[in-house]
C-alpha cells in the first residue's frame, strides 16, 4: 500500500487533534507542518516526528511527494487555501466551516468537480459514533426524528482556541459553530431545510461577533431542529444533542450516546474508533485510495451553507 503523505496547517488545538488521530492510521504520514509561529510549530513537528517545518503553506504545497493537505487554520482562510490546494493538485480536507460565505463555498466546490481531487470538509457530527448510531437507526426505518434539540455552549468573552491559548482571529456563532448542527440536522433527517429564522444578541463591543444566538430549522420531512448558541455561558460547555423521535429519545454528548432515561448506550462497535476526528481523517484517505466521494465532501455539505447564507441576510436586515 502507497503511503499517503500529508501536509498539516495549523499546528493550534484542533491540528494536534488531527496529528492524534492520523498516529493510529496506517499508510499515511504527516511530512510537513505548517504554522504562524516557527519555533511553536517547529515544536510540535519534532513531538509528532515531522521533517519539514514552515510559516508558508505555498512552499508545502510545492512538495512534490504532498499528496494531500489538512486545514485547521482560521474561518477567514479557508476558502482561499483549500482553493490554492485544489489549484496545487492535491486533495484537500478542510475543517469547518468551509467558507465564511455562499459565493466562496460554491467556488471550492467548482474547483473540486473541476480537478476530480478530494476535497471535504471536517463536519465533525457526521463521524461522531454517537451520532452515526441514530443515523443507521433512521436509515434502517426505525426511528424518525421529531425535533433535534441543541446547545453549543462556550465562555468565549476573549480571542481564546479550545486550549486557552490567545489567537489571532475571531470565532464565528453562525459560519462556525452552528454549521455543526445545521448540517447534521440535514444529514440525519435526509430532507432539505424548507424553514430557517435566526435572532441574535447584543454585538460584542471588541470583538465584533453577536454571543448569543437562536436558530430554528424545518425539514422537508417535518422534522423541526431548536439550536441555541452562547459565548457568554460559564459552564458547563460544550454541545449537547437531544434527539425526539417516535420510537425514543436520545442524548449525544460527542461521542457518547444515552437515551431519555440517562442510561448510556455502548456505541464503541458502530466504527472502528470513538474518536470522530480520527474517524473524519479515515474517511479522508479511504476516499483519495478508493477515488470515492467521502461524506462530507465540499459537495454534500453546500446546502448547510446555503442555509447559513439565508440566516445571515435574515440578521443583517434585522439589525
Known sequence: MKKIKVALAGAGAFGIKHLDGIKNIDGVEVTSLIGRDLQKTAAVAEKYG??????NLDESLALPEVDAVILCTPTQMHASQSIACLKAGKHVQVEIPLADNLKNAEEVVRLQQETGLVAMCGHTRRFNPSHQWVNKKVQAGEFNIQQLDVQTYFFRRSNMNALGEARSWTDHLLWHHAAHTVDLFIHQTQGDIVQANAVQ???HPELGIAMDMSI?????????CTLSLSFNNDGPLGTYFRYIGDTGTYLARYDDLFNGKEEQIDVSQVDVSMNGIELQDREFFRAIREGDEPNSSVAKVLPCYKVLQQLEAQLNANN
Open 216 to 224: 430554528q430549522l424545518k425539514s422537508s420531512t417535518g422534522a423541526i
Open 50 to 55: 515531522i521533517k519539514h517545518v514552515t510559516t
Open 201 to 203: 444578541g447584543p454585538i
